[in-house]
Structures are given as C-alpha cells and as structure tokens.
C-alpha cells in the first residue's frame, strides 16, 4: 500500500472538493506521487440542453467536461501535477471503474457529513467508494477540511481496531504508517454494549468481554512486533472514535472496512457513521 504513488481525486466543483485540494496536494507532495482527477458527469443533466442529441453527443460532452476540469486544476493545482480523466454515469461506478483501470492506491474525496442513514439508503458516493474499491480511501467532512489547518505529516495517528480477521492487517498498515509520516501511533478498540433497556443483566460479561478483548488486541500487537498504547472502549463505535480522537488530538485516523458485500453490508458496517463522525480525516484500508 505504502508509499501511495497514484493517487485518485473525484471532483464534482463543489466547495468541499475545493476545500480538499491543499489536502490533497501535500499528500502527492510528501509520496511524490501522480494526481488524477476523475470527473463524472451525466448525460442528461439539464445544463447540456443547449448540446443538440444526435452524433457525437457524447464526444460533445466529453471535450466540454475535459475543459471545465481542466480550468478547475490550471486555478486550485500547482501547474503540470495533475492529469486528467472525464467518463459518464453514476459517479461510485465511474470511481470504482477508474481505480480499477489506472492502479490507483489512494482516493480522497470529502463527505458532506450530514444525514448518514439517510444518505447511505440514496447510495451515496462515499460509502460506495469505500465498500466498493479495492485501494485505501482517504476522507473528510467538509467543515473540518475547510477549518482545519494542513496536518500532513501527520503527528498522532489513532487505529480504531475490531477483533475479527483484518484487524492484524489493519494494524500493520497503520504501524506502516506512523512509520512513514513518523507519527506516534494509538489503538483502539470499542466493545458494543447491549442498550440499558436490555432485558438480561449484561455487567456480570462486561468486564469479561473488555478483558478478552484488551488481551487479544495486545497479543497481536506483540506478534507484530508493534509497540503502541491501547485503550479499550464501550458503547457506540462512532461515538467512541471519535471521543478518542478529541482525546489524543489526533491528525489522522485509521480504520479497516470489513469484508461484508452488497448493500446491507455497506449500511449495517457502521463505517459511514465513524467516517462522518471523526473529528480528523480518515484513511480507511
């Protein structure tokens, strides 16, 4: 995964596309790595009206789009650091089909944080990203993009770690990480508690379940040869990270994405609602 060297940027000229920018040009900047932006469009938007339908419409369009992305790169990027790629249709489709095409090992796109339940039922954009495509995918609400002061090289990252089979893979890549950025590294690992409306009383297991899950979090740390602290949560995953992420001030956070497929898996995985939630950017893998 590391170091990035191609690095994918959706953009649709909104203003948190906009806000992304300096993020996006000191990452390309720290890996020296290659800028895409991948631009989507729909043939049937209304403000193509004025292109007659028939032969080369499409073409049309195309050259039309190309230029609009062009002048967007030559105002928000550093001359000759980008190229450029414009495609039709569903936007999480055209992303996931260039990621796949050109090799891409990185995509970093904003969320608007708002309505994530909501919004994960309309298929939006970046939860398709990050349960469809194969690289990492870097993330942030807009509102911290545009406030936040450029962190990178990242100084404290946080790993949010499950107990289920990725989370040694997890945990290496952002070991491999804080290496790269020489940044202090912080796990963590949040034990989902039954709701106090629960009718069995779950404190005799609570304490059962912190402790297994600090002592199997810590054994594969030691078997990775890593050496970061852990903390051990409970209660709401989203609520939780990001708690912890205020707490430690960190720049960057850390997630893996799960191996549930199709729809419901992206609803009921919960990765949304940590990214829309987290304080800092996120670099889910």
């Not at 909104?14 to 020296?32: G, I, Q």
């Not at 495609?87 to 050109?102: F, Q």
């Not at 990775?224 to 903390?231: H, R």
Request: hydrophobic share 45%; net charge negative.
């Amino acid at each position: 995964m590391l170091p990035f060297r191609r690095i994918l940027v959706p953009v649709d000229f909104s203003r948190s596309c906009r806000a992304l920018t300096p993020h996006v040009v000191e990452m390309a900047r720290y890996f020296n790595a290659e800028i895409t932006l991948l631009h989507a469009f729909d043939l049937m938007a209304p403000y193509f009206d004025d292109v007659e339908l028939g032969p080369g419409y499409h073409e049309t369009l195309c050259r039309r789009e190309q230029q609009r992305l062009q002048e967007y790169a030559e105002e928000l990027f550093p001359p000759a650091m980008v190229r450029f790629l414009v495609d039709s249709g569903e936007p999480g489709a055209v992303i996931c089909n260039a990621v796949r095409r050109h090799g891409c090992d990185l995509v970093m796109l904003p969320t608007h944080g708002r309505g994530g339940f909501r919004r994960l039922l309309l298929g939006s954009v970046a939860a398709k990203v990050l349960h469809d495509v194969s690289c990492a995918v870097w993330t942030g609400v807009h509102e911290q993009l545009r406030d936040r002061p450029l962190p990178v090289p990242y100084r404290t990252i946080l790993c949010a770690l499950n107990n289920d089979d990725e989370a040694s893979d997890v945990l290496r890549a952002a070991a491999a990480i804080a290496v790269s950025f020489d940044a202090k590294l912080a796990l963590l690992h949040v034990v989902v508690t039954p709701p106090t409306a629960f009718e069995a009383d779950f404190a005799p297991y609570r304490a059962q379940l912190v402790d297994m899950a600090d002592m199997q979090i810590r054994r594969m740390a030691h078997e990775a040869g890593i050496d970061a602290p852990l903390v051990i949560r409970e209660g709401n995953i989203a609520a939780q990270v990001r708690e912890e992420v205020l707490e430690r001030s960190a720049d960057l956070l850390v997630v893996g994405r799960g191996h549930a497929q199709g729809a419901l898996g992206r609803l009921w995985s919960g990765l949304y609602e940590t990214v829309r939630e987290s304080p800092c950017p996120v670099l889910s893998i």
